[in-house]
């Protein structure tokens, strides 16, 4: 061989090398989606290609604040999506509660103009199949007035190299999101207003229809996700008669409003003329003039979420699941054993009692053998439990056994694993949204100093991650290496228990639960 082949081919092997200790590998090519071309990139392993901050929708800002979200303005060249878009409009985050800060969004930006989303996909490069790949689209919780797509928690990476595409998308939350109002409904041609935010979701919904084949996705194969007000989210759309044909599959972790009173669009139209007389505006578009920080500093307070509007939603929810008006999905839901929602000290058993006498009346005595307080600790319990079982338990039940009812297959869980924790942390046990990083194998992303972590929250983040892949590759979560994962019907009530041991059995407050549902779902 000559010399100066003999160098060239050392100084490409050293280049070759420097590559893959750098991770200096090649971007993906750009790709056509709505709008025009975006670029990517690829993560430090070189197999799972990165697009954030695709714009889905126009920005929601001026005269298009409180209106459907309008189509993107075509752009020329390439679009670089690098970086995560903006968060919807929405307070400052600060950790609170068992709240650190991989479960919140990042403290800037935060704008109106929010309405990206974020994917992330197996590189070809990596031995991907060209096309057809299942996709999930994640949903973010917060109570409808926060959250967004770039919580660390939320990470795609894992869940894209098991062969799935990850998308989250942005959504509209509190006064932006849903704030109805008489003029809104009047200008809207639908004679509705306020479920901004669930339009926005399906708007991304839309744009996956459209634009996920380009990825090497399979619009016939999607899966929609979500947590909390996301999983409520899940809820709504599968309710929606304007999502039909948008996906398959459901995942609502911890949140459905089937036993959950929903705001009548008269009610929602009368709360938005006060908050447009507390502003000092006379006209909708003067409210339009007004600034993103003066309408959140005074509107966040009375506006709370989706509405019974007669267009996305067209009736209320317990209604329309009963009737079997719901599109058809296959259904993965489930609730944590320690997430009820109670941050102040508990009653003591004589104020508890007496509360629930007089909250209750005649079904009080029987609410109080499933939910006792004879001590002060025995009270304590059941407030938490009761909290839990009001707010997510009950609701994802019931809307389980409505679907198991109608013949749809349908897979429920109790996550029961206690995160270990330091200081405060540790009070908080199997804490609501403590599932996310186990289901989409994020442990990485957790605060070890906060919450050290073990090789038993290694194995249940295996498991539970391979789980939710199954799922939304299939429509079965089970599988090889897994223990086995039963469906769920309203004869046996078999769930699976996702905690320090995994496994099956019968759900075993099934009659609390169904008490409760009861009660709730009575007018």
Same mark, same amino acid.
């Given at each position: 061989?000559?010399?100066?082949?003999r160098? &060239?081919?050392?100084?490409?092997?050293?280049?070759?090398?420097?590559t893959?200790?750098t991770?200096?590998?090649k971007?993906?090519?750009?790709?056509?989606?709505?709008?025009?071309?975006?670029s990517?990139?690829?993560?430090?392993?070189?197999d799972?290609?990165?697009?954030?901050?695709?714009?889905?929708?126009?920005?929601?800002?001026?005269?298009?604040?409180w209106?459907?979200?309008?189509?993107?303005?075509?752009?020329?060249?390439?679009?670089?999506?690098?970086a995560?878009g903006?968060s919807?409009?929405?307070?400052e985050?600060?950790?609170?509660?068992?709240?650190?800060?991989?479960?919140l969004?990042?403290?800037?930006?935060?704008?109106?103009?929010c309405l990206?989303?974020n994917?992330?996909?197996?590189a070809?490069?990596?031995g991907?199949?060209?096309?057809?790949?299942?996709?999930?689209v994640?949903i973010? /919780?917060?109570g409808?007035?926060?959250?967004?797509?770039n919580?660390?928690?939320?990470? /795609?990476?894992?869940?894209?190299?098991?062969?799935?595409?990850?998308?989250?998308?942005?959504?509209?939350?509190?006064p932006?999101?849903f704030?109805?109002?008489?003029? !809104?409904t009047d200008?809207?041609?639908?004679?509705?207003s306020?479920?901004?935010?669930?339009?926005?979701?399906?708007a =991304?919904?839309?744009?996956v229809?459209?634009?996920?084949?380009? &990825?090497?996705?399979d619009?016939?194969?999607v899966t929609?996700?979500?947590?909390? =007000?996301?999983?409520?989210?899940?809820n709504?759309?599968?309710?929606?008669?304007?999502a039909?044909g948008?996906f398959k599959?459901a995942?609502?972790?911890?949140g459905?409003?089937?036993?959950?009173?929903?705001?009548?669009?008269?009610?929602?139209?009368?709360s938005g003329?006060?908050?447009?007389?507390?502003?000092?505006?006379?006209?909708?578009?003067?409210l339009?003039?007004?600034?993103?920080?003066?309408?959140?500093?005074?509107?966040?307070?009375?506006?709370?979420?989706?509405i019974?509007?007669? %267009?996305?939603i067209?009736?209320?929810?317990?209604?329309?699941?009963?009737?079997?008006?719901?599109?058809?999905?296959?259904l993965?839901?489930?609730?944590n054993?320690d997430?009820?929602?109670?941050?102040?000290?508990?009653?003591?058993?004589?104020d508890?009692?007496?509360?629930?006498?007089?909250? %209750?009346? $005649?079904?009080?005595?029987?609410?109080?053998?499933?939910?006792?307080?004879?001590?002060?600790a025995?009270?304590? $319990?059941?407030?938490?439990?009761?909290?839990?079982?009001?707010?997510?338990?009950?609701?994802n039940y /019931?809307?389980a056994?409505?679907?198991?009812?109608?013949g749809? +297959?349908?897979?429920?869980?109790?996550?029961?694993?206690?995160l270990?924790a330091?200081?405060? %942390?540790a009070?908080?046990?199997?804490?609501?949204?403590?599932e996310v $990083?186990?289901? %989409?194998?994020?442990?990485k992303?957790?605060?070890?100093? !906060?919450?050290p972590?073990?090789? +038993?929250?290694?194995e249940?983040?295996r498991?539970?991650?391979?789980y939710?892949?199954?799922?939304?590759?299939?429509?079965?979560?089970?599988?090889?290496?897994v223990?086995h994962?039963p =469906?769920?019907?309203?004869?046996?009530?078999?769930i699976?228990?996702?905690g320090?041991?995994?496994?099956?059995? +019968?759900l075993?407050?099934?009659?609390?639960l169904?008490?409760?549902?009861?009660?709730l779902?009575?007018p």
């Amino acid at each position: 061989m000559k010399t100066p082949l003999r160098l &060239f081919l050392f100084s490409f092997s050293i280049l070759l090398s420097a590559t893959a200790l750098t991770g200096l590998v090649k971007p993906p090519e750009p790709v056509r989606v709505s709008g025009g071309l975006v670029s990517g990139t690829l993560n430090k392993d070189g197999d799972v290609q990165l697009y954030r901050g695709i714009p889905f929708a126009a920005p929601p800002v001026g005269n298009l604040r409180w209106k459907a979200p309008q189509p993107v303005k075509p752009w020329s060249g390439v679009r670089a999506c690098d970086a995560f878009g903006a968060s919807p409009m929405q307070g400052e985050p600060n950790p609170f509660g068992p709240w650190s800060a991989e479960f919140l969004i990042a403290r800037e930006p935060i704008s109106e103009d929010c309405l990206y989303l974020n994917l992330w996909t197996k590189a070809r490069s990596a031995g991907r199949p060209q096309d057809r790949l299942p996709v999930l689209v994640w949903i973010y /919780g917060g109570g409808f007035g926060s959250g967004g797509g770039n919580v660390p928690i939320y990470d /795609g990476e894992a869940t894209a190299k098991k062969g799935i595409i990850f998308v989250s998308v942005n959504y509209r939350v509190g006064p932006f999101g849903f704030f109805a109002h008489p003029e !809104l409904t009047d200008e809207s041609g639908r004679k509705a207003s306020g479920n901004y935010g669930l339009m926005d979701q399906l708007a =991304a919904l839309q744009w996956v229809q459209q634009n996920i084949a380009a &990825f090497g996705g399979d619009p016939g194969n999607v899966t929609i996700a979500g947590q909390s =007000a996301g999983s409520m989210s899940v809820n709504c759309l599968v309710a929606s008669p304007l999502a039909k044909g948008l996906f398959k599959k459901a995942i609502a972790e911890s949140g459905a409003s089937i036993a959950r009173p929903m705001s009548t669009l008269k009610q929602a139209e009368e709360s938005g003329a006060k908050v447009m007389q507390t502003l000092g505006t006379s006209s909708l578009a003067e409210l339009r003039t007004k600034s993103a920080a003066e309408i959140m500093q005074k509107g966040q307070g009375n506006v709370r979420g989706p509405i019974v509007d007669g %267009y996305v939603i067209p009736q209320p929810m317990g209604e329309l699941f009963r009737a079997g008006r719901q599109n058809k999905v296959t259904l993965l839901t489930g609730w944590n054993e320690d997430e009820g929602m109670s941050f102040g000290p508990p009653k003591t058993a004589a104020d508890y009692k007496r509360q629930i006498r007089q909250q %209750y009346g $005649a079904d009080a005595e029987t609410m109080l053998v499933h939910y006792p307080g004879e001590t002060d600790a025995q009270a304590a $319990a059941s407030q938490n439990n009761m909290s839990r079982d009001q707010t997510f338990g009950a609701q994802n039940y /019931g809307w389980a056994n409505l679907e198991s009812q109608q013949g749809q +297959t349908v897979y429920v869980y109790r996550f029961t694993r206690k995160l270990p924790a330091t200081g405060d %942390y540790a009070r908080y046990g199997a804490f609501h949204t403590g599932e996310v $990083a186990y289901a %989409y194998d994020n442990l990485k992303f957790i605060d070890h100093q !906060l919450r050290p972590l073990t090789a +038993t929250d290694d194995e249940l983040a295996r498991t539970m991650s391979t789980y939710w892949v199954n799922f939304i590759k299939t429509g079965n979560p089970d599988g090889k290496g897994v223990p086995h994962w039963p =469906a769920y019907s309203v004869s046996d009530k078999q769930i699976m228990v996702l905690g320090d041991k995994v496994q099956a059995r +019968t759900l075993p407050d099934a009659a609390s639960l169904d008490f409760l549902f009861g009660v709730l779902s009575k007018p």
